[in-house]
DNA sequence: GCCAACGTTGGC
DNA sequence: GCCAACGTTGGC
């Protein structure tokens, strides 16, 4: 079982959209960047990943869960990029700062930390043990 | 196939 | 709003 990091501008998609849209879920789409696909096209259904508000916001503050595998992102015109479908499972009791993840020893290593610009993160086991218990989730 | 120029992202 | 880092594009 892996774990993920989705990134997302609140302006543009934000945790509160993720939650209205329910137990459908949404569609990832306009990820534009190769290593992100990669890390999507690795997604398998059931996996989790943390909802990440960047720019305004800079926390985790929510969990997803993978429903549907990578199929074609219908707005990709060029045809490269697909996307996957995720739905909001649990909001973040409290939300974990950029700061917060820097702050912390056990996630210097996090690709939130050293590769700050990609959209779709793979996350390790402990990192998402670590992130969820400083969040106030215990250990989903 | 190299690399300079350009565009975009995202933290500050 | 600025700018550094990174990815992509296109000329050669």
Known sequence: MAYWLFKSEPSTWSWDQQ???GEA???????????????MQAMQVGERGFFYHSNEG????????VIRPYY????????RF??????AVAPMPRPVTLDAIKAEAALKDM????????????VTESEWATVCAMGGLGDR
């Open 72 to 79: 074609p992102d219908h707005t990709d015109e060029s045809g």
């Open 19 to 21: 939650v209205e849209a």
């Open 58 to 65: 800079k926390a985790v503050v929510g969990v997803v869960e």
């Open 25 to 39: 879920g949404t569609f990832w789409n306009g990820v534009r960047n190769h290593l992100a696909k990669k890390q």
């Open 111 to 122: 690709a939130l930390v050293t590769n700050s610009r990609l959209s779709v993160q793979p």
């Open 82 to 87: 697909g996307m996957v479908d995720v739905r």
